[in-house]
């Protein structure tokens, strides 16, 4: 029987596949500044090492842009012109020099350069799909570079339909190559507020921006009264920082519910693990919308397998990419993300019920042990290059 992520190979535009027979010996990858810390820098480096161990290191080599986008006077964000010069330069005379066989650009944004290569070098070259970023309307140098991948790796089924919904892509090539989780845990009860004494927590994880109100924070806060209503000592934890966050915290004053909401500020490594060991839940019901120039959504939801790793029910949205490795009733509830009451009624379903949240929890920790590791992201990968 196939497996969920096992990867998913399409008949190539033009008959063929890439690889096999043609010997993907040397790759060549592309990819947005590594300076900051985000999913598609993390995929980045999961990509490239990934293909370090089936290649062999000598045989892949990374070409990254050298800054952070700026922002504007205007508050929009883009990089420097000189920056994108040395990077497509840098980019170009390594492909015409070492001569690999392809290129896999990490994001749109490098993707131009990607179809440079492959206009004058002859060198074909695959895209990751993480999200947002491509279920939108694209610029014309964009959509062409879309357009001209010989393959398309994404990370989820949902951003693979949708992207080629939104651009009318013909059967396109593709893989599904979900990112493994990273993260080490260490093996605790599934419920870690067994105690007594413990107050239950709920906890979000996520970016407080205001270009990111899909997240489900607002409607999470205006659930958290009925869920005091029943469970009078629950506390809601939202670890994450964020130029949204005053308004959020205003939020809690205004409900009444603000000596019960917890703002943690951004957390990374143990801390961040001992906030998922300590919570009871993890709720997070983001929206996803595809209409209009800008749409807004989770492309994968990375936290919500970081709390499944640990143990922990989630509550996620009923549509969108989570949605497709969340199994409701098993690994949690999937709820419509814009209904306030069916969101306090999962949360207060679980925290009333010590057993099925134990069972969930261990559930999603099983199913995240046995299909998201590194060893399935590699042998996805390899299959890859293969067809």
């Known amino acids: 029987m196939k497996r969920p992520f096992e990867a998913t190979l399409l008949k190539r535009r033009g008959g063929g596949t890439l690889g096999g027979s043609q010997g993907i010996k040397k790759v060549l990858v592309l990819s947005p500044s590594l300076q900051s810390i985000g999913g598609v820098q ?45 990077f497509a330069v840098h ?40 999200g947002i970023e491509v279920w939108g309307k694209l610029p014309p140098v964009k959509g062409d570079a879309l357009r001209g991948a010989a393959k398309y790796v994404a990370l989820t089924r949902f951003s693979l339909d949708a992207t ?45 921006a205001a270009t990111e109100r899909y997240k489900g924070h607002d409607i999470m806060l205006e659930a958290w009264p009925a869920v005091l ?16 966050r005053a308004r959020l915290e205003s939020c809690a004053q205004e409900l009444g519910v603000a000596r019960s909401v917890r703002f943690m500020g951004a957390l990374s490594g143990d801390r961040l693990s001992e906030a998922y060991e300590r919570c009871s839940i993890f709720a997070m019901p983001a929206r996803t919308e595809l209409q209009g120039d800008t749409p807004e959504g989770e492309g994968f939801g990375i936290v919500f397998l970081e709390a ?9 949205p009923r549509d969108g990419a989570p949605a497709e490795f969340i199994r409701s009733d098993e690994h949690g509830l999937l709820v ?36 998201f590791t590194r060893e399935n992201f590699v042998a996805r990968l390899r299959q890859a290059l293969l067809h």
């Not at 892949?60 to 952070?68: I, K, N, P, S």
């Not at 390594?94 to 749109?108: C, G, K, N, Y």
């Not at 499944?308 to 996620?316: D, F, I, L, S, T």
Request: aromatic letters at 4%; charged letters at 25%; hydrophobic letters at 45%.
């Open 308 to 316: 499944m790793a640990h143990g922990k029910p989630v509550v996620g």
């Open 42 to 86: 993390s995929y980045t480096r999961t990509l490239t090492s990934a293909l370090e161990e089936i290649l062999g290191a000598g045989c892949v080599r990374l070409a990254t842009v050298g800054a952070e986008s700026q922002i504007r006077r205007d508050g929009s964000v883009a990089l420097k012109t000189s920056v994108k010069l040395r």
């Open 229 to 244: 209503g029943r469970v009078p000592g629950a506390q809601y934890w939202i670890v994450g920082d964020g130029d949204d």
């Open 164 to 208: 080629v919904a939104r651009h009318a892509l013909d059967k396109p090539a593709a893989v599904l190559l979900p990112p493994p989780l990273a993260i080490r845990v260490r093996r605790a009860s599934s419920d870690s507020t067994s105690s007594h004494t413990a107050a239950p927590v709920v906890l979000t994880v996520g970016r407080l």
């Open 336 to 371: 419509d993300p814009s209904d306030r009451a069916e969101i306090a009624q999962a949360v207060i379903g679980l925290l009333e019920d010590p057993e099925r949240r134990r069972r969930m929890g261990e559930n999603a920790r099983e199913w995240v042990e046995r299909e």
């Open 91 to 130: 980019a170009f005379s390594t492909a015409i020099v070492w001569r690999p066989e392809l290129v896999i650009a990490t994001h749109i944004g490098v993707a131009p350069v990607a179809q440079l290569i492959k206009k004058y070098a002859k060198i074909p070259y695959w895209l990751v799909l993480h």
